[in-house]
């Protein structure tokens, strides 16, 4: 597609719950990555993929967070057990690779999850 | 490791007045170096990059920044803000090769 895109837009769940985010990047952007962004903060790195391996998962919080990109493509962010501490807008991005890159993220619009 | 400060959490601009946005980073190489505006409700856009060469980018929408190594920062100027400027602004430091640490963000307020 165009852009970056991210279903749901909203998502709203239940302390305790699982949940599922969707990522679609630009096609041909091999690197990935999920940035989660709570109220008044700046995005902060989550995990980021290069093609269907996770580069460097050093920023999810704990292992309710796990992420998979079985075909390089898609990515699927899940939560499990929710907390409402888990609140917050969940950006994904890409980026080119190779001779054209210039560290540039593309940015989706986001997914925002509230845990009641 | 990388980090990057915006010292300013909110700034309120009169719409034509000129516009400063500070960002400080902290990083042990080459920078590359990123503003992100986010629009309320929306996702974040490139207004401009650095990774080589001239150290004063241009960028869209009439902003530009300057890189100063020796002061570690890359503030964001505009000669003269307009209402539709006003929205959160974020500054970016990375590689260009692994993740791009963010601020923590400052809101720009534009009165008329």
């Known amino acids: 597609g165009a852009g970056v895109s991210q279903t749901p837009s909203n998502k709203v769940t239940e302390k305790g719950k699982y949940v599922e985010l969707r990522c679609d990047p630009i096609?041909?952007?091999?690197?990935l990555y999920w940035y989660r962004q709570s109220l008044g903060q700046g995005p902060e790195f989550l995990i980021y993929f290069q093609g269907t391996g996770a580069a460097d998962d050093s920023g999810l919080p704990n292992d309710r967070f796990f992420a998979v990109r079985p075909e390089g493509s898609v990515s699927t962010l899940k939560i499990q057990r929710t907390e409402r501490g888990d609140s917050a807008v969940y950006l994904c991005?890409?980026?080119?690779?190779?001779?054209?890159?210039?560290?540039?993220?593309?940015f989706g619009e986001g997914s925002r999850l509230t845990v009641l | 490791a990388q980090s990057v400060t915006q010292p300013d959490i909110h700034i309120t601009v009169s719409e034509g007045a000129s516009l400063e946005l500070r960002c400080n980073y902290s990083y042990g190489a080459t920078p590359y170096l990123f503003w992100y505006v986010q629009s309320p409700g929306q996702g974040l856009q490139l207004l401009l990059k650095y990774f080589s060469g001239d150290t004063l980018v241009q960028g869209i929408k009439g902003f530009e920044a300057e890189f100063k190594r020796s002061q570690s920062s890359f503030n964001l100027r505009k000669p003269s803000v307009h209402w539709s400027d006003a929205a959160e602004y974020f500054c970016a430091v990375g590689s260009g090769y692994s993740t791009l640490t963010f601020g923590k963000g400052t809101m720009l307020l534009v009165s008329p």
């Open positions: 096609s041909g952007h091999t690197a």
């Open positions: 991005a890409s980026r080119q690779t190779g001779g054209d890159n210039t560290g540039e993220l593309f």
